[in-house]
């Protein structure tokens, strides 16, 4: 079950990017109601009959994919998660996107919200059974070193990606976008760390509950909470009046945080207490 979700997730990677090219998503009546032509080929439209009919094509096409790039790069020792992410390029505009008909027969645009439901309901899934893995002990001991690599990985990256975007800014941005906003926008996506993908090399090379998988969960979850909501100022500045925005989507995460961490774990622990499973959740909670 846990590779199935898993696979879930990287289907994500081959949604986005897909081309935005297509054809009207059909129904079950489409030949009759004459919104595919009769002499075209079947094989191109049977997926697009049903929606289900196609999302098992796509879904069966990103994973198959992804598991001959994993036997491939499994003799250089990547990880499966590279393959995954591989397969989102390949099945792409980069590659398949250019043979004719690929794209818009087996995934047009229509199709491709089954698809991000099916990815995003396989990412909480992942989160879940990931964070049931990891000892909160091992974490709290530590976050001093964590704290720094979380620092570094913030810095380093931020000053980076504003020096460049300097060289990006009269290429490719207007002048009603100021250069200090467009400055502070390209600092912190480069900030932003691929936590998914992090997470997953660290499962699948068992070192979730080592000295070195603790700090650098740590320092990942500090890095993403921070940059996350850097982000959303950032996108909030560049649209120029919208700064009260930015400052209800801080204050909405930091109430639902405050949420989950009292009354949702207060009650999480009663339910512990009340079922007999006190003695695992208090180690988690």
């Known amino acids: 079950m846990q590779e199935l979700t898993l696979n879930c997730v990287y289907a994500n990677q081959a949604r986005l990017e897909l081309s935005n090219v297509g054809q009207p998503f059909c129904h079950d009546n489409a030949f ?4 595919v032509p009769m002499d ?25 994919t992804a598991t001959l790039l994993s036997f491939v790069l499994r003799e250089i020792r990547q990880p499966k998660v590279i393959a ?38 396989g990412l909480r899934l992942f989160f879940f059974l990931f964070g049931l893995q990891i000892e ?12 720094i690599i ?51 090399i660290l499962t699948e090379f068992k070192l979730l509950n080592t000295t070195v998988g603790a700090a650098v969960i740590s ?3 500090s890095n993403d909470v921070i940059g996350w909501i850097l982000l959303a100022l950032s996108v909030a500045m560049l649209k120029a009046d919208s700064g009260s925005e ?4 801080i ?5 639902w945080t405050l949420i989950l961490l009292f009354p949702v774990k207060l009650l999480l622990r009663m339910l512990a207490t009340s079922t007999g499973s006190s003695s695992f959740l208090w180690v988690h909670l």
């Open 32 to 35: 009759a109601d004459g919104a």
């Open 40 to 64: 075209e080929k079947f094989l191109f439209y049977i997926g697009t009959m049903n929606p289900l009919h196609l999302w098992i094509i796509q879904f069966s096409i990103i994973i198959g």
């Open 84 to 121: 995954e992410v591989l397969s989102g390029i390949v099945l792409g505009p980069t590659i398949c996107g250019r043979i004719p008909g690929f794209t818009e027969h087996l995934f047009p645009p229509e199709s491709r919200p089954y698809l991000a439901l099916t990815a995003d309901i």
């Open 136 to 147: 909160p002990s091992v974490v709290k001991k530590n976050l001093r070193v964590s704290g």
């Open 150 to 200: 979380a620092l570094a990985g913030m810095i380093i990256p931020f000053v980076t990606g504003a020096g460049l975007s300097v060289l990006l800014y009269e290429q490719f941005m207007n002048e009603n976008i100021r250069l200090t906003y467009f400055m502070f926008f390209s600092g912190v996506a480069f900030s932003v760390t691929a936590f998914p993908v992090m997470c997953r």
């Open 219 to 221: 320092a990942g979850l």
């Open 246 to 249: 930015a400052m209800y989507m």
């Open 251 to 255: 204050l909405s995460c930091a109430i």
